[in-house]
């Protein structure tokens, strides 16, 4: 058995299941092995009837009271009874198990494990499952996998499947050396890989993803060496000249260009009329002027000839730097010609716009992920621009970069990441980093509060709207939960609704609604026809609305830094003063040491280093809060030193073994390539 064969030839797997587990992006071995559980599940210690409290999980060893019966309700089966142990008895049921009253013996002992709820004043035993001593004393021996599922997935079905699959593998030689794995304390790659699935324990699964993470960042990090070196052997295949047009258009404008951005359109400019391919990330704080910077890009592209293109992650966000463009052009009396093209359409409007691009009519095309279909045809692309860059995959931006012949390449964030990681995570490219903000712009007012202070919050809001403003209002959920305690948008949206007069239009945004919905919100919103939004963090990359000029998240403390930065970033683009209130449902009061960083500091680069020193080992797996880019394990802050580990290591290697020719890293060759063919191009950049 090796990696690359499909799962339906593991025993037991059918094309049903084989169906099933692609769904979720598993199609062999190695897919499999690498579908690693999302948490564990540790048994707790068998407790007794007094201990149980609604809410929690009660692990109990008794038997039933009296024999179990089955009613009807609702169309649901429910099988019931009460268990008694020796501290006294709880009433239990299950729901469509009707099978369990054959095989439940009334006499005989169980461990039943389950969580406690409560219905009227007495508490019940909910869906517990069923062990016999042995089997649960077993159990309690490890940590047991988790994993996400999708529809027509067990937990069960995953790790039976994983099980089979790890007692057939041969895994062969590990393709990390002996000296890499001494010098940075790493366990070998088969001992990772079924500790990271049946780990014995909390500390052989840390050493486990250890191993893993490392290899996650050590193979990314030669793949970017590799396409970095492919990139600065590429010749610039059209001939840009400097011209005075971006310089005159620079003169015209209504604002001064910050030091920062003039430093970077310098940089920018320099790169486009060498002699090989630009590759360069503009690393900006949000509302620092990336985009401007981007146009006048795209204007030296026309000047010479070329087209442009600038692909955003949302329509809304598209249409937007369409119309900007599209005014600035008209303002300089520049005869450029921009399109818009998106995936909401018409097909007429689509067929009008391809004919645009091909022909070359089209200097500029601003869109969304429409830009890279197969229908879109350009004529002498020159330059690729994509903005909030890690919205993208490196597919996606590969997919439009081969749309022109090796054309520049200019990716934009307004994540902030310390240059440190920068330097690591995005070596494929320059980096240009904004870090002033432009001159008229008033800092955000901070502020972090408790639940109590909802009331002054919405009267502030209201005068705000009064003043003609409006404010934005972020909850982690989309629907109530019974699991989680935390704000939901729809239950909120109810509320406010009842709260503000019926002048003040209140409306709700989440990433469950349909692209169109999600538009026609966003549009209103722009105009000022919805005073108040309610949305989830799907705002995060959003529109600029200037008149925008209160933010509101609640259960502040669920989210991470670099997050909240970002959602405050929303506002504090206009003139006016804004506002970012940030509530805290921390039990104890206090809010967390983080929003407290986030409170006294609008500097996105300071916050983010912040975070860097904030974040320990994480929890078992890693707490993903970066936003910047998805590994499966890895979380870029979080493992922060094991990153710069698996740089060094990269380094060294390469620097004695370049092409990776030597006997002892044929494997590692060969794993190399099939990532670059495969992996990274599921991963956001």
Known sequence: MNR?????????????????FEKAGVYNIGDLLSYYPRTYRKFNEISDTSRAQEGEELVIYGRFERALTLQYIKRLQMVSSVICDGAGSIPVRWFNMPYLRNTLKKDAYYVFCGKVSKKGNRLILDQPSIY???????????????????????????????????????????YLSEEIRGKYQLAQYDYAVEQIHFPMDEHHMMLARRRLVFDEFFIFILALRRFKEQREETKNHFEIRKTDTAEQVIRNLPYDLTDAQKRVWNEIRNDMTKETVMSRLIQGDVGSGKTIIAFLAMILAAENGLQSSLMVPTEVLARQHFDALAKLLWQQNLPYRPVLLTGSMTVKEKRAAYELIASGEADMVIGTHALIQEKVTYCRMGLVITDEQHRFGVKQREALGEKGEEPHTLVMSATPIPRTLAVILYGDLEISVIDELPANRLPVKNCVVGTGYRKKAYDFIANEIKNGHQAYIICPMVEESEQIE?????????????????????????????????????????????????????????????????????????????????????????????????????????PPKRLEILNKSNDGFYIASEDLKLRGPGDLLGVRQSGIMEFKLGDVFTDSVLLQNACDAASDLLKNDPELTQPRHMVLRKRLENYMSNELKKLNL
């Open 4 to 20: 690359e064969m499909t799962l339906d030839q593991l025993k037991g797997v059918g094309e049903k299941t084989r169906m099933v």
């Open 132 to 174: 016999s001593a042995e089997q649960y004393h077993e159990l309690q021996k490890q940590l047991q996998p988790v994993y996400v599922l999708t529809k027509g997935m067990t937990n069960t079905m995953i790790t039976k499947t994983v099980r089979q699959a790890l007692d057939g593998l041969d895994l062969g030689a590990d």
């Open 486 to 590: 935390a704000e939901d948008v729809l239950s909120y949206t109810a509320q406010l609704r009842k709260i503000f007069p019926e002048k003040i239009s209140v409306e709700f945004l989440h990433g469950k609604m349909k692209p169109k919905e999600k538009n026609e919100i966003m549009e209103r919103f722009l105009k000022n026809e919805i005073q108040i939004l309610v949305s989830t963090t799907v705002v995060e990359v959003g529109v600029n609305v200037p008149n925008a000029t209160v933010m509101m998240i609640e259960n502040a403390e669920r989210f991470g830094l670099a997050q909240l930065h970002q959602l405050r970033g929303r506002v504090g683009r206009g003139n006016a003063q804004s506002y970012c209130i940030m509530v805290s449902g921390s039990e104890n009061g206090k």
